[in-house]
């Protein structure tokens, strides 16, 4: 069964440095999303991504975060200059047109310290 | 107006018992409502949603029930088993915001043997 993958499953990073988190969405999916759960709280929208361009985005996604397709099947999001708040398990999640159902991938825990 | 409310947040309930988790919305906007299931350290998983068109969907031991009128929806959990326990999150979305999904805060759901 297809799925979403993210890499790396874990990123430790200092405060202040760039971070790029990678997800393959499933291969015929065309809608891409960005969420984020902080340790034991629920889960937040930040981005969504269409025809290689951003759809929507939440007041959590600033400046400081961007996203890109940079070929066929790769989906990122960078980070730019760390901040100890933007420790979380960050989620990719793609679907179909005309369909609602989103799928997620396993996550990426991201620690700055 | 974007909350989705969930309650409550902890639930222990014996094997073979039914679980109930309850949420609201204030947003007449959303026409989705899915539920996912998290296991520590994964991503959330879709169990089943429902459109407002219908008032009740069932599959298998999972059974959502939706109260337009009262914008509520609750998921229920049919002869619990204790691989059933984990963290449910429900969530609303539409497509005026091109889906991006506004989550609960969770339930943690314990079955004890």
């Known amino acids: 069964e297809p799925e979403v993958t993210q890499t790396p499953s874990h990123q430790v990073t200092q405060m202040g440095q760039e971070v790029i988190l990678r997800c393959v969405p499933i291969s015929n999916h065309l809608y891409f999303y960005w969420y984020r759960q902080i340790l034991g709280q629920k889960v937040e929208f930040l981005v969504s991504f269409y025809n290689n361009e951003i759809s929507e985005k939440s007041e959590i996604f600033d400046d400081q975060f961007s996203v890109e397709r940079p070929d066929g099947s790769n989906f990122t999001l960078k980070i730019r200059s760390t901040k100890l708040e933007d420790s979380a398990m960050y989620f990719c999640?793609?679907?179909?047109?005309?369909?609602?159902?989103?799928?997620f991938g396993p996550g990426t825990r991201l620690t700055v310290t | 107006q974007q909350q989705v409310k969930q309650s409550p947040q902890s639930l222990i309930v014996q094997k073979g018992g039914i679980s109930i988790i309850n949420c609201a919305y204030e947003?007449?906007?959303?026409?989705?409502f899915p539920w996912y299931q998290q296991f520590p350290g994964k991503g959330p998983a879709l169990l089943i949603a429902?459109?407002?068109d219908v008032s009740e969907k069932k599959e298998g031991r999972f059974t959502i029930s939706f109260n337009k009128s009262a914008k509520q929806f609750s998921l229920h959990i049919m002869d619990s088993q204790p691989g059933d326990s984990a963290t449910y999150f429900c969530a609303a979305s539409s497509s005026g915001s091109n889906y991006q999904l506004i989550w609960g805060a969770g339930t943690k759901l314990i079955i004890k043997p």
């Open positions: 947003n007449t906007a959303f026409d989705y």
């Open positions: 429902i459109r407002p």
């Open positions: 999640a793609s679907r179909l047109p005309m369909n609602y159902e989103q799928y």
